[in-house]
């Protein structure tokens, strides 16, 4: 399983970011996929979780802010975040679970300065 994680990048407060995420190895179509993101000297969060079905979740601080998309042809997800926060600075991570193991794409890096 491979994820390849794409998008981010410096912003100043209130601007927008568009995250993706490639994964192969996986019937994708079949999986939950979900984004984390961890700030310096912070826990890693579950940020976003978009079901197989298309159903997704948030957590509260970006709920409203950001939304999760997927895409089972070109086996992507994406990550849209509006009116970026400087609390939202981190590395996104892309995960999916498959048989009990966790598998993390390599994270970027999404900077925003107030």
């Known amino acids: 399983v491979q994820l390849q994680a794409s998008g981010g990048g410096l912003v100043q407060a209130g601007g927008s970011l568009r995250l993706s995420c490639h994964a192969s190895?996986?019937?994708?179509?079949?999986?939950?996929m979900d984004w984390y993101r961890q700030a310096p000297e912070k826990q890693r969060e579950l940020v976003a979780r978009?079901?197989?079905?298309?159903?997704?979740n948030f957590t509260d601080s970006v709920k409203g802010r950001f939304t999760m998309s997927r895409d089972n042809i070109r086996r992507k997800v994406y990550l849209q975040m509006n009116d970026l926060q400087p609390d939202d600075s981190a590395v996104y991570y892309c995960?999916?679970?498959?048989?009990?193991?966790?598998?993390w794409g390599q994270g970027t890096l999404v900077t925003v300065s107030s």
């Open positions: 995960h999916v679970q498959q048989r009990g193991r966790n598998y």
């Open positions: 190895g996986i019937n994708f179509r079949l999986f939950d």
């Open positions: 978009i079901t197989s079905g298309g159903s997704t």
